[in-house]
Nanobody, 115 residues
């Protein structure tokens, strides 16, 4: 099994920054993709950013230029640096790990951006 533990959410004013972290433990294979999704009331869960174990990244258009995803493969940890935050970024952010056609999810961390 795989466990994902997120940290770093909170309340921030518009224009501010937050950094999310997600540490994976358990049976982790060297080839995987880790990423962040978010879900807000009335909206479907959407991809924010993802990064493969080889370093290839993918971002939602709405966060390009503001968010940066990175990972430490030795620590099985993925980070999301969020800058220039907007009220519309308010959501529960979920960490995700995909390997061998299986997806694992963290418990979610709330990010609230006040205007």
């Amino acid at each position: 099994q795989v466990q994902l533990v997120e940290s770093g959410g909170g309340l921030v004013q518009a224009g501010g920054s937050l950094r999310l972290s997600c540490a994976a433990s358990g049976r982790i294979f060297s080839s995987n993709s880790m990423g962040w999704y978010r879900e807000s009331p009335g909206k479907q869960r959407e991809l924010v950013a993802a990064i493969t174990s080889g370093g290839t990244t993918n971002y939602a258009d709405s966060v390009k230029g503001r968010f940066t995803i990175s990972r430490d493969n030795a620590k099985n940890t993925v980070y999301l640096q969020m800058n220039s935050l907007k009220p519309e970024d308010t959501a529960v952010y979920y960490c995700n790990l995909r390997q061998l056609l299986t997806a694992y999810w963290g418990q979610g961390t709330q990010v609230t951006v006040s205007s």
